[in-house]
């Protein structure tokens, strides 16, 4: 009797072990054209070579497009056999709809909102990702570096390609707030208080009411309520005209 449960258990083995390689998962590459036609987003839409996984359901698309959380697609395709390595540290895919024809196949790719954004809220380098589009808006913003760190100007919407015009320079000081205002040169480096009299980002001119004189004084903003006079405040006002002078 245990010279046979010897010989099942090591039959059983074998079969394991004879088994293990048919389990391996197959290394697959998130396709550069993510276009869903039907409102059903598959694996095979998602990801080259998925074989028999092709026509498993990922998610159901109701709008011009949807956002997908790759780290749950990765633990899907897994189950299904499909190993993606997500190279690039992919959080968000966005799949949109399929237009058809050449120039949906070979669009360029676009600045795109991975989620929506409130007012004012700042943006982040996870709350972007590239998408394909079949062309790109006269305004669209060039690279991630000019949008983050900058404040959405009005709601932005998921999915939405990402334009000059949705953001703006982050308010660093507002009304009311209390403010040290520094005045610097040749060594010399003088600090008062005032109190602001309107909202104002890094780089814009504003009235500072001196807490003790209740004179008003002309300072430029630079950061978390702190502001500059005398030459550095002139320095900063001629960066920013040529600034807007290049636009």
């Known amino acids: 009797m245990t010279d046979l449960l010897r010989r099942l258990a090591a039959g059983a083995l074998a079969t394991l072990l004879l088994a293990g390689p048919a389990l391996a998962a197959t290394p697959v590459t998130l396709n550069a054209n993510l276009t869903d036609a039907t409102g059903h987003v598959t694996l095979g839409e998602l990801f080259d070579d998925a074989g028999p996984a092709r026509d498993v359901v990922v998610a159901d698309r109701t709008g011009p497009s949807v956002v997908l959380d790759a780290a749950a697609v990765q633990a899907l395709a897994r189950r299904y056999g499909l190993e993606w390595d997500n190279p690039q540290g992919i959080r968000r895919i966005i799949v949109r709809a399929d237009a058809g024809g050449p120039a949906a196949a070979h669009g360029r790719e676009i600045l795109t909102y991975a989620h929506s954004l409130i007012t004012g809220q700042i943006v982040q380098p996870d709350d972007l990702i590239w998408a394909k589009a079949s062309s790109a808006p006269v305004d669209a913003a060039p690279s991630v570096d000019a949008v983050v760190g900058m404040a959405a100007r009005r709601p932005l919407r998921e999915g939405d390609a990402v334009l000059d015009r949705d953001v703006t320079a982050p308010i660093v000081i507002k009304a009311g707030d209390v403010v040290a205002v520094t005045y610097a040169d040749e060594g010399v480096t003088l600090t008062l208080q005032g109190r602001a009299t309107a909202n104002a980002a890094a780089g814009e001119t504003l009235n500072i009411q001196n807490t003790a ?33 290049l636009r």
Do not use: M, N, W
Not at 225 to 234: K, N, R, S, T
């Open 213 to 245: 004189s209740r004179k008003l004084i002309e300072a430029v903003a630079t950061g978390p309520d702190q502001a500059v006079v005398g030459p550095e405040a002139l320095r900063l006002k001629e960066q920013r005209a040529s600034q807007f002078a």
